[in-house]
């Protein structure tokens, strides 16, 4: 454990901070600190703040806390909960568990999580306990909640709640040809993260993706996970596809914020062999289909 956790702080800071971790920690924080504040004119938080209408002025802040480990041993693990289907699809809560992992493990994509229901195998108490709240959260807040949450040796710990970013059936158009063809053949199948059906080509390259869009292209962007550097893209094409990561990854968070069709999940190396081409992404069932000519 202590290995993966000095592993992780090291990639962290060097890929935050931009240099590696001094050997003093006042210096690490210090150094952590700065880099928080110097992010708010990163150019995804500029592109952010011009989505969303918010001003420059406004600032910043960064909060500093102790950690708790998920990954410290095998009665340990971290998810994420939403109180309420994020995809629409139920008023039912939909949460994912990774067991002795950490937070961004979750988040990230690059893992495929359980559901939040495997707790029960491991840590039955803290599952109980984490459903009973996200009830009361729910209930307080009169609005579905997304709640980060690890458990370190069996205790749960909450990290952060607010309000989901759920989507609506109705975010993008629906029913696009070819959709509801029996002979359509499915090329590929994963998660619903953002519902609604639309036809687009697969382009993998993000600066692509971006550009083609941009020119008025129909581009569904593929990547075996999404980061915060793809924002930008995924704001401005008509569909995302990944091949790794569940319903509470970067992707589906971010693709339900903009209203974007996207399936996560649909398993790695799958989607190399679509490049290029046009297909239908039914992101309502889950499936990536083949483009059915139409009779004229």
Not at 22 to 42: K, N, R, T
Not at 171 to 191: H, I, K, M, Q, Y
Not at 210 to 230: K, M, N, Q, S, Y
Request: hydrophobic content about 40%; some cysteine; charged content about 25%.
């Amino acid at each position: 454990m202590r290995l993966d956790t000095r592993r992780r702080f090291e990639e962290q800071f060097e890929k935050v901070v931009g240099r590696p971790a001094p050997g003093d920690p006042w210096d690490q924080l210090h150094a952590a600190i700065a880099a928080v504040f110097e992010s708010w004119m990163s150019d995804r938080a500029v592109h952010f703040r011009a989505e969303h209408g918010i001003p420059e002025t406004s600032g910043t802040a960064v909060t500093v806390q102790a950690m708790v480990f998920g990954n410290l041993d095998e009665r340990s693990g971290t998810g994420v909960l939403f109180t309420r289907d994020p995809t629409g699809a139920s008023e039912h809560h939909y949460g994912e568990w990774l067991p002795q992992r950490q937070g961004e493990d979750v988040v990230s994509g690059w893992l495929d999580p359980l559901p939040v229901e495997a707790m029960k195998e491991t840590v039955p108490d803290a599952h109980a306990q984490l459903i009973e709240i996200a009830a009361h959260l729910d209930h307080s807040a009169g609005t579905a909640q997304d709640i980060e949450f690890t458990v370190e040796s069996g205790r749960l710990w909450l990290l952060q709640c607010r309000g989901a970013k759920v989507a609506s059936a109705g975010a993008r158009p629906s029913g696009a040809p070819g959709a509801d063809d029996a002979t359509a053949a499915v090329l590929a199948e994963g998660r619903t993260a953002c519902p609604g059906v639309v036809i687009g080509v697969i382009v993998t390259d993000v600066d692509e993706a971006e550009a083609r869009a941009l020119d008025g292209e129909d581009i569904i962007l593929t990547r075996p996970v999404t980061c915060t550097d793809d924002v930008r893209a995924m704001s401005v094409v008509v569909g995302i596809l990944t091949e790794i990561g569940g319903a509470t990854s970067h992707a589906a968070v971010v693709s339900r914020e903009l209203g974007v069709p996207c399936i996560v999940g649909v398993g790695e190396g799958v989607l190399g062999a679509l490049e290029g081409r046009s297909v239908t992404l039914d992101a309502t069932r889950g499936r990536v289909l083949e483009v059915v000519p139409r009779e004229t």
